[in-house]
């Protein structure tokens, strides 16, 4: 019972309390408004974008070199130790599918085999063609030396019987010489076949021994010592087993310097044009929220890129990291802080302090004045006050109540903040000139001749 009763109190000191806030809502009276301070020091307009760390220097660990000159395009990975393991000069790291290339080397053996037959076949054909071309020599030989013995037998026999006797000795001559000419060039021939088939199984041979090393080669060693990180693909996935290997992109891991890290970060197209070689940048690394770390920008790209299942244009920016630390590691991911202009001893005041009609900025301060200020440039956070305000100026940062109440001052600031805005347009205008311009020269060199046909 007391439990009941204690609850039913409870609920009437809350419902009371509302009523007496409500009231003082709807009577107007005062209720309490955030102030912020006007203060001077140094203005930082930062590009505020996420990283990942990688060695600025990395040695590679790559497939064989030789796979495009073996027609294979298409390797697995196999087998692959552990990202981040330790490895010294010659330990192992990879293991790549050999049974497309046991497939070739297989196709080579046979070849080679059909090579050997063939050198054989051919030595045997030109021992027997030969063979019977000199027997047939020796007996054209014999058949001369039995013309010239007729011959001198017919020396008493009529005119006509000499005559046919000198004419069978001619004829033998001749098929001898014409034979031992073809001789001759049968042996030359025979040398050729030979050469032909020798070289061909010199050839069959070279494959071999080339395709046997390269299959060795499929057990990827370290180079050097070092900690092994996965290689990135064009896709921006890490290789893994299952992973295919391209003559065109070899690498299958990587032994980075920690020595020196850089990160690089993408800057999408809107915020490029601030971004500059050597400027200074704050890096914090997620996995170490508590450390920070210095850097500098050190190259910008020229030409963009757009990421996979992204359809912004971004550009890549590499920035150099100042310390050396041993706990960092590549693929880290980085918040990094690009610090694109510095403005010394300037007045400034959190963007929502700025309220802005017919564009004309003003701020509401805390003496009941609606102050007309000129303003300049402004970060993710604050921006700049050049004219209107002086340090230690307090002001709302919401539109306080009855606004209409406080009293403008600063309409002499009024022509001043559209001069800066006239001139601002005509810079804006000036550089779409220039761009158009350097445009049009450059369509002015590729254009071809009139005279010139295709």
Same mark, same amino acid.
């Given at each position: 019972?007391?439990?009941?009763?204690?609850?039913?109190?409870?609920?009437?000191?809350?419902?009371?309390?509302?009523?007496?806030?409500? +009231?003082?809502?709807?009577?107007?009276?005062?209720?309490?408004?955030?102030?912020?301070?006007?203060? *001077?020091?140094?203005?930082?307009?930062?590009?505020?974008?996420?990283?990942?760390?990688?060695?600025?220097?990395?040695?590679?660990?790559?497939?064989?070199?030789?796979?495009?000159?073996?027609?294979?395009?298409?390797?697995?990975?196999?087998?692959?130790?552990?990202?981040?393991?330790?490895?010294?000069?010659?330990?192992?790291?990879?293991?790549?599918?050999?049974?497309?290339?046991?497939? *070739?080397?297989?196709?080579?053996?046979?070849?080679?085999?059909?090579?050997?037959?063939?050198?054989?076949?051919?030595?045997?054909?030109?021992?027997?063609?030969?063979?019977?071309?000199?027997?047939?020599?020796?007996?054209?030989?014999?058949?001369?030396?039995?013309?010239?013995?007729?011959?001198?037998?017919?020396?008493?026999?009529?005119?006509?019987?000499?005559?046919?006797?000198?004419?069978?000795?001619?004829?033998?001559?001749?098929?001898?010489?014409?034979?031992?000419?073809?001789?001759?060039?049968?042996?030359?021939?025979? #040398?050729?076949?030979? !050469?032909?088939?020798?070289?061909?199984?010199?050839?069959?041979?070279?494959? *071999?021994?080339?395709?046997? +090393?390269?299959?060795?080669?499929?057990?990827?060693?370290?180079?050097?010592?070092?900690?092994?990180?996965?290689?990135?693909?064009?896709?921006?996935?890490? !290789?893994?087993?299952?992973?295919?290997?391209?003559?065109?992109?070899?690498?299958?891991?990587?032994?980075?310097?920690?020595?020196?890290?850089?990160?690089?970060?993408?800057?999408?197209?809107?915020?490029?044009?601030?971004?500059?070689?050597?400027?200074?940048?704050?890096?914090?690394?997620?996995?170490?929220?508590?450390?920070?770390?210095?850097?500098?920008?050190?190259?910008?790209?020229?030409?963009?890129?757009?990421?996979?299942?992204?359809?912004? #244009?971004?550009?890549?920016?590499?920035? #150099?990291?100042?310390?050396?630390?041993?706990?960092?590691?590549?693929?880290?991911?980085?918040?990094?802080?690009?610090?694109?202009?510095?403005?010394?001893?300037?007045?400034?005041?959190?963007?929502?302090?700025?309220?802005? +009609?017919?564009?004309?900025?003003?701020?509401?301060?805390? +003496?009941?004045?609606?102050?007309?200020?000129?303003?300049?440039?402004?970060?993710?956070?604050?921006?700049?006050?050049?004219?209107?305000?002086?340090?230690?100026?307090?002001?709302?940062?919401?539109?306080?109540?009855?606004?209409?109440?406080?009293?403008?001052?600063?309409?002499?600031?009024?022509?001043?903040?559209?001069?800066?805005?006239?001139?601002?347009?005509?810079?804006?205008?000036?550089?779409?000139?220039?761009?158009?311009?350097?445009?049009?020269?450059?369509?002015?060199?590729?254009?071809?001749?009139?005279?010139?046909?295709?």
């Amino acid at each position: 019972m007391k439990k009941l009763i204690y609850i039913s109190i409870s609920a009437i000191v809350v419902l009371i309390i509302s009523v007496v806030i409500f +009231n003082k809502i709807s009577s107007g009276e005062d209720i309490t408004q955030l102030e912020v301070e006007v203060k *001077r020091g140094d203005f930082e307009i930062v590009v505020t974008i996420t990283g990942e760390l990688q060695a600025e220097n990395s040695e590679q660990i790559s497939a064989p070199a030789e796979l495009r000159m073996v027609r294979l395009y298409q390797i697995k990975i196999q087998d692959l130790i552990p990202e981040g393991t330790v490895v010294d000069s010659g330990d192992y790291v990879a293991k790549l599918d050999r049974s497309e290339g046991d497939s *070739r080397l297989k196709d080579i053996l046979d070849e080679l085999e059909k090579a050997e037959s063939k050198l054989l076949k051919t030595k045997l054909d030109t021992t027997i063609s030969l063979r019977n071309l000199r027997d047939d020599l020796i007996n054209l030989e014999f058949a001369m030396e039995d013309k010239e013995i007729t011959l001198e037998q017919s020396k008493f026999e009529p005119p006509a019987t000499i005559r046919r006797a000198t004419i069978e000795l001619d004829k033998s001559k001749r098929a001898f010489d014409q034979a031992k000419k073809n001789y001759t060039l049968k042996v030359r021939q025979a #040398k050729a076949d030979m !050469r032909e088939a020798e070289i061909d199984l010199a050839k069959k041979t070279r494959q *071999r021994d080339e395709m046997m +090393n390269i299959l060795e080669k499929f057990t990827v060693k370290a180079p050097s010592p070092g900690m092994v990180i996965y290689h990135k693909e064009w896709s921006g996935q890490k !290789r893994k087993v299952g992973s295919n290997i391209s003559p065109w992109d070899l690498t299958v891991a990587t032994l980075p310097d920690l020595s020196s890290m850089i990160t690089e970060t993408y800057i999408n197209e809107i915020d490029i044009s601030k971004i500059k070689t050597e400027q200074e940048v704050r890096i914090g690394v997620d996995a170490f929220p508590e450390k920070e770390y210095t850097g500098q920008v050190f190259e910008v790209a020229n030409i963009g890129e757009q990421l996979p299942n992204t359809d912004a #244009k971004v550009f890549q920016v590499k920035i #150099k990291v100042n310390e050396t630390d041993p706990i960092l590691r590549p693929g880290m991911t980085t918040s990094n802080q690009i610090i694109t202009t510095t403005f010394e001893d300037v007045l400034y005041l959190p963007i929502e302090a700025i309220h802005v +009609n017919d564009s004309i900025p003003f701020v509401y301060k805390k +003496n009941g004045v609606k102050q007309i200020v000129v303003v300049g440039e402004s970060n993710e956070n604050e921006i700049i006050i050049e004219q209107g305000l002086e340090e230690e100026d307090k002001v709302f940062l919401t539109i306080p109540e009855n606004p209409e109440k406080y009293k403008t001052q600063g309409e002499e600031l009024v022509e001043v903040i559209l001069q800066k805005k006239e001139q601002k347009r005509l810079e804006e205008e000036a550089l779409k000139a220039e761009a158009a311009e350097e445009a049009a020269e450059k369509g002015k060199k590729v254009k071809m001749p009139s005279g010139m046909k295709k």
